[in-house]
């Protein structure tokens, strides 16, 4: 199995849930399913059934951020910025003019399991990311995305 890019950023995040989830939501859980116990007759106990299963979720959490981080090599952006020359890398946060749309939007290319579009990251596989990595400030670029081709223009490359 391949190791997966992650940034330092993405891997704190991560260890941060992972932390959370085992010191704090599996010991409520593991309450509340005590708690549940005592109201008698488990068939019927909805609260006993809704905890176990909130169990479940946490526990299948915990192993897939485990396995993430196992099967990770974090890199450290900035490190990797220094030797890019201004080309578009993984971490790099990228600054795009939209030429249909004449509009600017911000990207930064992490890895698959830190990836948010809601905070403009962008996962590495993505058609965007792909059509960006080894192009420069002031390249043009067409990303070929389901809902049709899209140009846009690089305004800025960043390694934060």
Do not use: C, W
């Amino acid at each position: 199995m391949s190791r997966q890019p992650m940034t330092a950023a993405g891997a704190d995040k991560l260890r941060a849930e992972l932390k959370d989830l085992k010191s704090v939501q599996r010991p409520k859980v593991i309450e509340a399913i005590a708690t549940a116990r005592e109201h008698g007759d488990l068939k019927e106990n909805a609260e006993y059934h809704a905890a176990r299963e909130q169990q479940s979720f946490i526990e299948g959490r915990i192993k897939e951020i485990e396995a993430a981080l196992s099967n990770s090599e974090i890199i450290d952006v900035q490190a990797v910025g220094k030797n890019a020359g201004g080309k578009v890398v993984f971490g790099a946060t990228v600054e795009l003019y939209d030429i249909e749309n004449d509009k600017e939007v911000t990207y930064q290319i992490v890895g698959e399991q830190e990836a948010d579009i809601k905070q403009n990251l962008i996962s590495i596989t993505s058609p965007i990311a792909r059509a960006l990595i080894g192009k420069i400030e002031g390249d043009e670029v067409t990303v070929q995305a389901p809902g049709g081709d899209r140009d846009y223009e690089i305004v800025s490359v960043k390694y934060i």
